[in-house]
Structure formats: structure tokens, C-alpha cells
């Protein structure tokens, strides 16, 4: 589907000028942004389930330190899912971790996939509390986008899910049901059933990260998404930070000469490797910006929690900004960090 850089435009223009969206502080604060989940029911169409243990993992080491937490859109998939399945086969874990936070330290932004936490009109049958809180807020308490302001009211960062501007989110935000409870009557005749069994990351068009990088340098605002899955710190992508990461390593094991050494080296080599392949094989090895200039660094992506060795998500603390991988296997990894007090310099020159 694709992006129009007009529709994304109005869309970002709204919101910014706007006093009805939600704002936070930076200074004294620390942030994780997370997105796009996915969260099915567990079973086979859930493509979230397998990082299910790094996922309460990293949140539990974010809440003790003292994290307050963004969920930047598509936590569910109710494309492929009822909410009801996903709260039975998730409260226990995710739902509980996120709960931990403290419901004045979650904020949560909806995205195309669960765009029914905007909506206080819903025909969703079952049960429509939200199980990332513990006050029992329902479906129309979301938010739409959040701003970071600094001490005098200026927006320096925008976040938003990203679906604004896509000619499908348009389509969409006609229907107030998600495809889950419309099978065979609204969409079936829009798409025709092909559409209903692609996998839930759905292919964002190739101008997405373009056309948001493109905005937050004329709006001079540093602009963070999640929705196309693809990790982006400073407007450089992830696959360019796991080339680096992979020609690194390749390095110390040309150098190595102990045997065991060079096996662990392969060892951690090889997952570094497969997420290549796979942002590769998905065409994500594009560069996100500018390809003759080199891109100032005003756009970020969350990335998503799909990936087959881990998850990633963006911290900000106080004026630092980081892009962090948590891996199944080791831990986590830093992919990019910086200040964001000097992007946001860089932005307005
Ligand atoms: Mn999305």
C-alpha cells in the first residue's frame, strides 16, 4: 500500500498543531518505546510467540529501572486475532510486565493492526478492557500520537505509529471493525481473501521511511515510528548496523589465532547474520533517506518484536537516545546512540 507523502504531510501537520495530543518531558525521565508485537494467541499465525521470554526480559529490566513505558502502536494483531485470545494466552506474561510499569507509567499509542484501542464506538462482542492496565480502560483510550517538549513547550520529538498517510489506513479508518470480526463482509470484497492470510507484518511501501524522514526536516522535529519493522536510529538502517557489526567480527576472527576464541566469535557471529539475511530477503537493505546526501540524523524507528533472534526498541534518557537489540541469546545490544540535543541542533541549521 502506498505511502502518500501529501496524506502523511496533512496527517503530521494536524497533529503537531494540535494541543490535544499528549505531552511528556524529557529531563528527569527515561523512556522505552516499543512496537508492533503483534501479539496473536500463540498458536501458529503468532509470530510474536517464540520472543515471548526476551520480551518480559527486557521490560522487567527496564522497570527497575525505572522506565516509564511507550507502546508505539501494533502491540496486538487484531488483523488475526480477538482481543479476548490474546489476553488469554498473553495476561499472564507480557500483559503483567507491562501492568508492573504502573498504569500512570505506560503510555499507549495505536497503530493500524490495533487501531481499535481509538475507538469508544466498537462492536467488538467481548471483553473490551485493556490488558496493559490495571484500571480497566477500554477500547477509546489510546492515543493518537505523543510529544517529548522541552522546558519551554517545544516539540522536539514526535512519536507516532506511522500509519498515518497510507492510502490503507484511509481505506480503513472508514470501517470501526478490524478484519478479525469482518471476514467475508467488509473486506473479502475490498482485497479478496489473499490479503486476510498474509503474515502480520504487511509490506510497507518502499517510500515509508522517505517520506517521514523527509517531513521531520522540513518540520524540524525529530520524528520516531514503529509499523514497517524495520529498525532505524538517526536515519540510517539496521541492516547497515548489522554489516558493520558482521565486518567487525569478521575481523577479530581473521586476527584470532586460539581455536575456541574463533568458535565463539562464529558462534555470535551466526544470529547477526540471519537478521541480515532476513532484512535482505525482505528488501529492507535500502537506504532510508537521502542517497546522495549524507541523511541528517531527525528519524527514528522502533523496530518491532519479530525478529527471529530478538527484539528492539529506543531508549531516551534525559538528553541521550539509543537503539537497543535484546537478543535471545546474549543479552542486549546497542545499535546506534547519540544526544538528542545535538540531532535536534542539526535539524534546525
Ligand atoms: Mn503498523
Redesign the pocket.
Known sequence: MPQSPELTKKEVDQILSTNAILQLTLSNNKYVIFS?LHLGDGKGADNFVHNEKVMIDSLEHYRKNNYKLILL??VEDFWQVKLDDTRIRYNNSIYKKIREFGDENVFRIY???DEEWSKKESDYKGDKRDPAFSDGREFGSANKALKIIDENGKTIILLL???QGSIESQLFSSISKPFVWLYGKVIEPIFGTQKLTAEPNTKIDSNYEQVYYKIALEKKVIIIT??SHYAIFASMCYADKLQKQINELQLQIKNTKDKQEQQRLLDKLEPIWRDLRIEKARKREITPTDPNLSPKPCYFNSGCCLYESGVTCIELENDHIKLMKWNKDDKSSDYGHGKISDYYQMLQS
Open positions: 508492533d502502536g501494533d497503530g493500524n493492526h505509529h506511522g500509519q514503529g509499523h
